[in-house]
């Protein structure tokens, strides 16, 4: 069997859910992650610019914005072993510029600024029961990076108990392969992959 | 730049320590991934073979073997969004064959076996207060499959403070080309890639 | 001041918001908590029959029905430091009679029972993830003990984002201080205390 | 029976092991639980000045000292279901003076302050993978209030695999009827109930 078969036959890749209480995640789009005069950071500018449109329709529909950044302190950075494997995050440096949510977005007063120690959104971070709270069904994620922080985040939404979207014209990656290797493991096991216009339209029909 | 240039000035990649208290940590080779007569399942013979001689050296350095399979009750069946993407892991219902650890595998009767609902051995579950209640400081990770429950492990096993070596001979996955995806990202981002031989030397220089 | 000033002013003790779509989670009702030939058991025959009557208007209005019990396997047995504080709890085998629910509970084929391995019903298990898939906005806890696993399991439902309610007539406890206790804190910062009258009204509400 | 016999009886109040690597965690003393012109503060000074006791022996012995506060951004205000039932709390907005570490600790540049946004310092928080990297197997506890936050930490922190000791004469609540049955619960449960001259001993024999 190809793989294409197999993967149906394993009863994957089947449409998700759009719930009626959506919150959008903007993972990771601080300056470390966009600002391409750090070694860390990838082009981000459409997908950015694609976040605002999403953004834009968000804020019609009283739909909650939720931007995450990375940050650690000084105990952090010697303790964590995610930096002794990516040790170029240690210069995310709580204070520090690279952790400034990326300017060019259009953040409110209101919005929640989640701080996090490791890949995903939700690990070791109040996000799921922020969602829970707020009776939130559906995630709608856009950031970077697809493969690293977008994709363990998708991971842990399903797993939290949401429904997930990924709007893959709105996630930046430093490399084009593994950008669409997460898009496609996503796609198959843990949420729908979209573009920015499919995001728009399920955003209106609130 | 190269995307290995562009990876390396990111500082990914760098090898993790190897702790003095590891744990083997075998996911999910339950018959359900690993009798290709079920649809979830692929070929794993070789990886369980490879796992088995990583199980007698842990038994005689007393490391921890530690194993998952994933199960659902009745009730989970409808209620997670994950079941509704990744539909064919309906079939994992607790009591039946498709949840139990594979026979092929040297499990003791003292090892403990983890049940878990989502990709990650450690979401939903008590195996990072195990692992640390334990005194581990390094995860040895097998199983199936790679790209989707190994990888997912190894995101986690790294944020919740464990140095994670993902044994490549040991992973089984249903196609070959995201369970390359899964390792590069995992030897970048999140732990060392090793092979049996690798895994086998560190067990013995305990 | 006298406490109950101390605490009005601090803003403590507002009922909390009954949502529409709560459930039913039995706290450890398995025999280890239940039949006082178990040293670790408390008299809980009329906390259960609460139960039960809590229970059958839970049918009537299809609201989900969720038991937990405390069941440990040889390696946590060995591994976990609770144990070695509240060393009677080591008796809690996998397996054994102790950690069966108690057969005078109206339990229903469908019904999940979650496995934990701490005080709380949250703590290592997929609970929150279930009740968010679920779509529950509300938690009504009944079981035992009320100053141990009740509580603990109060307190991480709240943080789990759930409005809770503790059905204090249906919670069964040791002794009489540290259940008057525990009912007194969690209903001035935690949930509304509430007794199984009230518990019924609101399920023949929904 | 009387509830000594009972608990006695039922295995709890052993004695937990002092590990070799310790860590001081300071729950909560920030000015919004430790100024009294807040209406959510109690006195706290005493127990403030037996904290840097503890303080100063850490840094002798390199002890990580990790302090905590609660902070709340505008969307959790209004999500969060803790914040309905706890509705003081609400005044711990994020960059208030209320959310301060304050200024009598013995505070170093170096030392983490997790922000959380429960009662307990290891739920939603990073604080157990912290712990968990830095090799942590023990912790020390104080702050404010015994009742509260530091209890349910006090549960938490057992539950995520450290063996906990509770310093109560460093722990500050605003009434002592709850400070008292906070303590005894948790020595029959979760941890030792120690004195700051028990927890200098300790801290001087790493």
């Known amino acids: 069997m190809s793989q294409e078969e197999i993967y149906m036959a394993a009863g994957f890749g089947a449409p998700v859910p759009r719930g009626s209480k959506p919150a959008l995640i903007v993972i990771d789009f601080s300056y470390g992650f966009t600002d391409t005069t750090y070694p860390t950071a990838s082009e981000a500018g459409d997908q950015i610019a694609a976040t605002n449109r999403l953004i834009t329709l968000a804020r019609v529909k009283h739909v909650p ?8 302190n000084k105990a952090e950075q010697d303790a964590l072993p995610w930096l002794k494997k990516a040790t ?4 995310l440096e709580e204070g520090s510029r690279l952790v400034e949510v990326d300017g060019r977005l259009d953040r409110a007063p209101g919005d929640a600024v989640v701080v996090k120690k490791g890949a995903s959104a ?6 799921s029961a922020h969602l829970t709270g707020a009776g939130v069904d559906t995630v709608i994620m856009t950031g970077a990076t697809t493969s ?24 930046a990656d430093r490399a084009q392969p ?8 996503i796609g198959q096991k843990y949420g729908d992959v979209i573009d920015a216009v499919e995001g728009s339209s399920y955003l209106k029909s609130i």
């Open 65 to 72: 914005v939720i931007f995450t950044v990375i940050a650690f």
């Open 88 to 91: 170029g995050l240690k210069a």
């Open 122 to 127: 939700f690990f070791g971070t109040n996000l």
């Open 148 to 171: 690293g922080c977008v994709r363990a985040s998708a991971v842990d939404a399903v797993q939290s108990g949401f429904n997930v979207l990924v709007v893959g014209d709105a996630c």
């Open 178 to 185: 593994p950008h669409d290797a997460a898009l496609y493991d």
